[in-house]
């Protein structure tokens, strides 16, 4: 192969990657927080005793399960505009596209921790005299976000690397402006190897926070 490694082509270039990794952390955040939050809330509809309640939430869980996120994406961004007449920012379509995809995982999640809280717990904050909500908030969520912190963190930094499919819908995220300038510097090998390091460099981390959390956990 005739081919001489430059990496002064994209150390020279941080620039634009830097501006494209902001744009990353604020989708994985902002879709992390959707996803927590909206997760709890579809993981409780789907647990309920209404099947009016029980089976939309299902159906929607299953949807984002089981359709790629990428078609999810694209999607979102080509149909959205044309059904509700609605249009957003490109960064803004992200996030919700993100944390649909998110909250979905995340409520399959809580609902398995949620089955978990043993019935005696319940049963004393029916005798203390707590309402469903109070019991909710201070019973059920308790339990089930400590219990869930390891899957949701997971599934957080999940999000964090497929929110590179945005890339395709003109999201100028990180791995958008790392082929927007492996296009204009002919260094697709030093640019794509870069944005898979800084990729690295943060899912690495937060994976091994991850696997200490679990065995923390296991053993207490």
Not at 25 to 47: K, P, R, S
Not at 169 to 187: E, F, I, N
Request: aromatic share 12%.
């Amino acid at each position: 192969m005739d081919y001489t490694l430059d990496l002064g082509a994209v150390t020279r270039n941080m620039g634009p990657l830097m501006d494209g990794l902001w744009v990353t952390l604020q989708l994985t955040l902002a879709a992390n927080v959707i996803g927590v939050i909206a997760g709890f809330a579809l993981a409780l509809l789907t647990t309920s005793k209404l099947a009016l309640l029980r089976w939309p939430s299902m159906l929607f869980v299953e949807f984002f399960r089981c359709t790629p996120a990428i078609v999810q994406i694209v999607w979102f961004f080509y149909c959205v505009p044309m059904i509700f007449n609605v249009f957003w920012g490109p960064v803004f379509m992200g996030i919700i596209a993100l944390g649909l995809n998110l909250t979905a995982f995340n409520a399959e999640a809580y609902r398995a921790s949620i089955q978990a809280v043993p019935r005696e717990h319940l049963d004393a904050g029916i005798a203390l005299g707590l309402s469903p909500t109070q019991r909710i908030l201070n019973i059920v969520l308790p339990q089930a976000l400590r219990n869930s912190v390891p899957v949701l963190l997971t599934n957080g930094i999940g999000i964090f690397q497929q929110s590179a499919l945005v890339a395709i819908v003109g999201v100028a995220d990180l791995m958008y402006q790392g082929k927007t300038l492996a296009t204009a510097t002919y260094r697709p090998i030093e640019t794509f190897t870069v944005v898979a390091l800084i990729y690295l460099a943060i899912s690495y981390p937060v994976g091994q926070f991850v696997n200490w959390l679990e065995r923390r956990q296991s053993h207490s």
